[in-house]
């Protein structure tokens, strides 16, 4: 019996860091996020410049703290899912996979910011993080999202985040509006149209200018969809909330 508990351990040990890193893939395909991020970090256990595994585990890290409910608990992943990131951008300076990890944890962060000065400093590096994107692969549908997530957040500051935004950066961005938030999320929804985030951001849009019937649509469309990645769950359910909201008002 011990020599059949060691022999699965040398298995395991003498795992190559591609072998993990396919288990850590597959199992992120089905939705086991902690166990994926620990095939990847076995992987950098091994192989410390495996920029793949990187990026994956900073994006396993949000996902595992946005399942959290206590704001230091989810700013320790979100931390180390921004280390993880900007070691992916060092070792590739053009991986689209690595500076879209580190946006997803920049923005998660200012999320849960205390102050408005953190909130408007991501929001700068995100915008830069995303036009770099664009550059490196106009395709990329999720970055369209982000710029239109950009606009959609900077255009509905309060009084007290845009004096903070005059004082420290010298003056909001001339070009933020809501029309440009829903031009970049029909960008991102054209290219990936069975996107339940993408839809759930045009419609937020709608629902803050109160054009409910829009917003309704779209989220009617969004909870029918069938979940494809890990967050999709979480994001269903947000639209699902959404949309009781609008159906309370009507």
Not at 9 to 31: I, Y
Not at 165 to 191: N, Q, W, Y
Request: neutral net charge; proline residues 4%; glycine residues 4%.
């Amino acid at each position: 019996m011990m020599l059949g508990f060691m022999c699965v351990v040398l298995a395991v040990h003498g795992q190559s860091a591609n072998d993990l890193f396919a288990e850590g893939l597959a199992l992120e395909k089905a939705f086991k996020v902690e166990e994926a991020l620990a095939k990847y970090e076995a992987v950098l256990q091994r192989q410390p410049t495996h920029e793949e595994a990187l990026w994956h585990a900073s994006r396993m890290e949000s996902n595992v703290g946005g399942h959290l409910k206590e704001k230091s608990a989810k700013r320790t992943h979100y931390e180390k899912a921004q280390v993880y990131a900007q070691k992916a951008i060092q070792l590739n300076p053009q991986s689209v996979g690595g500076r879209f990890a580190h946006i997803i944890s920049m923005g998660l962060l200012s999320e849960i910011a205390d102050n408005p000065r953190e909130k408007i400093k991501n929001a700068k590096i995100i915008r830069e993080e995303a036009e770099t994107i664009v550059t490196l692969d106009s395709t990329f549908a999720p970055v369209y999202f982000v710029l239109g997530k950009w606009h959609y957040e900077l255009a509905k500051l309060n009084w007290l985040e845009q004096l903070a935004c005059d004082f420290f950066f010298g003056g909001m961005p001339e070009d933020v509006s809501m029309e440009k938030a829903i031009r970049h999320f029909e960008r991102a929804s054209t290219l990936d149209p069975d996107n339940i985030l993408f839809l759930f951001g045009e419609a937020s849009v709608y629902h803050y200018k109160k054009n409910y019937p829009r917003a309704k649509a779209l989220l009617v469309r969004a909870v029918r969809l069938a979940p494809r990645e890990p967050d999709d769950i979480l994001r269903k359910e947000k639209c699902q909330a959404m949309l009781d909201q609008i159906n309370e008002k009507s």
